[in-house]
């Protein structure tokens, strides 16, 4: 209970608070009663309210329902008939977790590859923040990163991109807030991953090719070069056929003389020997041809 500054003395106001000196959370109740030593000023309409200084309401009393951190203040009452008469002074002091947490880069959310930047988290609460925490979010994974309002990153590379956040911490509770760096050039693990399958893709279907293409030329190579040539030797048979030639004066029975033979040679029958060729050597090359003679000679 508050005593009264007053300029009366024997007025002497109060400040009866409901709950007392407990600690004023964020949603409680909170009522404030003004009294005074004199029972004829106590009437319901002889009571100002002030917060800071700043007429709120006419009443006996006040209720504070469901407060929060702008209920915190300093509250008095004072006589309507003598305002230059007022109680003391009442602190409410309403404590409540972070709230309003926000994240900022610097200078930008677009950072190049190997410059520095400085992420800073701020947060409302009542008492202060005590502790603030930085993660940073890989795919499936968080990993903590820093426990510092204020988050340093130096020699920004491509694992510095992604979404990090902040979490601020009190007695009352925590609250997150999040931002995303974009590392300009960045390519993504899943773009990498894409560009090394497609090269060795690429890489897989120029060796098969080349493989087919040497496959093909050996096959061809094979089917177009010339075979060994087999000649084989044709021999046909000669017939030979013997012809008698008589002379005209061949003798008649009763001749003095006998008759005379005549030596002349006939020409009967001339064979040739032939070597045949085979279908791809008549393409390519010519067997040559051993062509000999036999002459037969019939003497009588």
Request: glycine share 4%; aromatic share 8%.
């Amino acid at each position: 209970m508050i005593n009264s500054r007053s300029t009366f003395p024997f007025l002497d106001l109060k400040i009866k608070r409901s709950n007392g000196n407990r600690t004023t959370n964020e949603g409680d109740s909170v009522e404030l009663t003004c009294l005074s030593s004199c029972s004829g000023l106590n009437r319901p309409s002889a009571f100002l309210w002030l917060k800071n200084g700043e007429l709120i309401t006419e009443e006996p009393s006040l209720r504070l329902s469901n407060v929060s951190s702008s209920s915190s203040g300093n509250y008095s009452c004072s006589l309507k008939s003598h305002k230059e008469t007022t109680s003391g002074v009442i602190n409410i002091n309403v404590e409540y977790g972070p709230k309003n947490t926000t994240t900022s880069a610097g200078p930008s959310m677009e950072v190049d590859l190997w410059s520095s930047i400085i992420v800073t988290c701020s947060s409302d609460a009542n008492p202060p923040v005590e502790n603030y925490t930085w993660f940073k979010i890989h795919y499936d994974d968080i990993e903590s990163v820093g426990h510092k309002s204020e988050l340093y990153i130096i020699g920004v590379s491509n694992d510095d991109n992604g979404q990090y956040f902040c979490r601020a911490t009190n007695k009352h509770g925590s609250q997150n807030s999040s931002v995303t760096l974009k590392v300009k050039g960045y390519f993504s693990h899943s773009i990498s991953i894409s560009i090394s399958i497609a090269a060795a893709a690429a890489v897989t279907a120029l060796l098969i090719a080349l493989a087919v293409v040497t496959v093909f030329r050996k096959l061809n190579k094979e089917g177009t070069s010339a075979p060994e040539v087999e000649c084989v030797e044709d021999m046909q048979d000669a017939v030979y056929t013997n012809w008698p030639v008589f002379d005209n004066s061949q003798s008649q029975p009763g001749n003095k003389y006998k008759a005379k033979t005549t030596e002349e040679p006939f020409y009967a029958t001339v064979a040739f020997s032939k070597k045949t060729e085979s279908n791809m050597q008549q393409q390519t090359a010519t067997c040559n041809e051993d062509e000999s003679v036999i002459y037969s000679t019939v003497w009588r």
